[in-house]
């Protein structure tokens, strides 16, 4: 029998808030249920999604499995959460 994973992440961020990944200040803008993003090996993907707005002013869409590069660490997303009239939530794991 396969054991799944525990569910560890390092940093979350809620939706409509700024949180901070290792110093970094990340925002996350809205979450939504349904949305397309990519993966790090560049195929699309689509699920639950939310916009980060980085510290270099960029912006991205981000679903699980998605990896930003945030002031030289490396982060995944594990999971992105939406209930429905509730703030969505962006668990990450810091990359090694």
Known sequence: MTETPAFEPDESI??????????ARVAVGTVVTSGKYTLPDGTES???????ALPDDSSVWVGAGSVIAVEGTTWTVLRVDKETGENGEV???RGR
């Open 91 to 93: 668990y990450l794991k």
């Open 46 to 52: 689509s699920g639950v999604v939310a916009v980060l």
């Open 14 to 23: 809620e939706e409509t808030t700024v949180g901070d990944l290792d110093g």
